[in-house]
């Protein structure tokens, strides 16, 4: 009782639970020796900023303070305002990631989140376009590229490439042009944890990549351009949110089709590899998973693959 009058009366400031040197430091360590890509930092500093909120609110004002007790009711907070799983564990995640670092770092002597554990995942499987759908998606991106404006010849040549190699927007919006090999139909990527892969594509995006690099990025490019393979209108690298637009207003054409964004490529990419035969680790190295159980979710959403496998392989079939 006594330590949780001392706590409750302590103060309520969030950078008392994680000082704010104290988290870009942390920041630094993702970036720099974690090699995290930029998305994953702010995600994991704003999910402590959020812990150290919660925290304070309950009277914990010193890093040195924090319990697992206290880790449990932050998670459960969430929980009860709806949360969903997959943010529960990435939130779980950047925490222990965190006070692993603070204790190995001499800024805490224990570990107060060794004892979490880690909710299950939500069943829900990811979106994915029928073949017919992506078939559709690309004709009608190509027809519009037809009339040669620039735009419309890059966002053909986006969606091929996302749905021929299943990279991720952030991995396409980083190509320079000498990343891309035309004769071989292979493009080098830098995956998470800065982590270099070449994935191969085949002639529907070799055809439109090359009437990109021939007409539509010649038009577009300037001072702001770089070496970056994709440009945007005022030609600076193309912005992830652009491809964004673009996938959903294409999609929007499509009668029934769902309303997916450029991850519902990859998705898609890799789901019809598999329906098509392509083996799990094959599938794995394409889309840069570091783990195999990560791509495995795939299997769940290719029940026309398990039937014909069934049907080839079982004797009572």
């Known amino acids: 009782m006594a330590e ?54 309950a009277g914990v004002t010193d890093l040195a303070e924090v319990r697992v007790a206290d880790l449990r009711s932050w998670l459960a907070a969430m929980t009860g305002q709806g949360s969903s ?61 037809d009339d040669q404006d620039p735009v419309h010849v890059r966002d053909r040549a986006v969606l091929e490439l996302l749905y ?38 085949g002639a529907p995006a070799r055809e439109a990549l090359t009437g990109w690099l021939e007409g539509g990025r010649p038009a577009l490019a300037g001072p702001r351009s770089g070496p970056a393979l994709f440009l945007g209108r005022r030609g600076g690298r193309l912005d992830q949110r652009q491809v964004r637009r673009a996938v959903h207003e294409l999609l929007g054409h499509l009668p029934d089709a769902p309303d997916l964004g450029p991850h519902g490529l990859r998705h898609s990419a890799a789901t019809h590899l598999l329906d098509g035969g392509a083996d799990l680790r094959t599938v794995q190295e394409l889309l840069g998973h570091a783990s195999l159980a990560t791509t495995q979710v795939y299997t769940h959403v290719s029940p026309e693959r398990l039937r014909r496998a069934y049907q080839q392989a079982h004797p009572r079939a």
């Open 4 to 57: 949780g009058a001392s706590r409750a009366g302590s103060g309520h400031g969030t950078d008392s639970v994680v000082p704010a040197a104290l988290l870009a430091r942390f920041g630094d360590h993702l970036r720099h020796e974690r090699g995290r890509s930029p998305h994953t930092v702010r995600a994991y500093l704003g999910d402590l900023r959020s812990m150290a909120a919660a925290l304070a609110e």
């Open 164 to 201: 021929a190699t299943g990279m991720r927007v952030g991995e396409l919006t980083g190509l320079d042009v000498d990343d891309v090999d035309l004769p071989e139909g292979t493009a080098r990527v830098l995956g998470k944890g800065a982590k270099e892969r070449v994935v191969p594509f």
């Open 85 to 145: 799983r997959a943010t529960l564990s990435r939130r779980l995640a950047a925490a222990r990631t965190f006070f692993r670092w603070a204790v190995r770092t001499g800024q805490l002597a224990e570990d107060p989140s060794l004892r979490l554990v880690a909710p299950g995942r939500d069943a829900s499987l990811p979106g994915v376009l029928r073949q017919s759908d992506s078939a559709g998606l690309l004709d009608l991106a190509g027809v519009r590229a």
